[in-house]
């Protein structure tokens, strides 16, 4: 009754899978993407497909910029394996994406919007949310020594700024 049976990202199959990873990535880049191929191998009877995700967990200090412990980066669906057979999938997420999201300069350094906290990053292939409790999960740790901040949407090249600042739960 104390554990979750069903974490986030949990599906049920009639075959079983294994997962080789192979990080391409070996540095984390503001600009760059984190990648890796994953080998998915049918280990059961029948034919079956999988989902390959991602996983992320970024640094957090208390009382500074609230974030989830855990969050999905993507994730990657083979196409029908066979049984015995195997497929690689490349899965790969922009380190932009793991930026944060500072409304209110929680970390006091002058700056409201989209911020990497310097730090580790923790980057988990699996089948659900918990992977980065398993033992031998494959996971790859990244290093970023200078907090990066981003002021334009990449897209659109907009100004990231509060639009509302002068809201409060009374008004």
Do not use: C
């Amino acid at each position: 009754d104390d554990n979750v049976v069903y974490p986030f990202g949990y599906g049920l199959s009639y075959t079983t899978f294994e997962k080789e990873v192979k990080f391409i990535t070996d540095k984390m880049d503001k600009d760059g993407t984190i990648e890796a191929d994953v080998t998915v191998t049918n280990t059961g009877n029948v034919a079956g497909k999988e989902v390959v995700q991602l996983y992320y967990s970024a640094p957090y200090t208390e009382g500074e910029i609230e974030k989830s412990h855990v969050n999905l980066g993507a994730f990657e669906k083979t196409d029908i394996i066979q049984p015995g057979m195997s497929q690689t999938v490349r899965i790969s997420m922009k380190v932009r994406d793991m930026a944060s999201y500072d409304y209110n300069d929680a970390n006091v350094n002058g700056i409201s919007g989209y911020e990497l906290d310097d730090g580790e990053y923790t980057v988990y292939i699996g089948g659900n949310s918990h992977v980065w409790a398993e033992e031998g999960a494959a996971k790859k740790t990244y290093e970023l020594e200078d907090e990066v901040y981003y002021d334009k949407d990449a897209k659109t090249g907009t100004v990231v700024e509060n639009r509302f600042d002068y809201m409060s739960e009374y008004f």
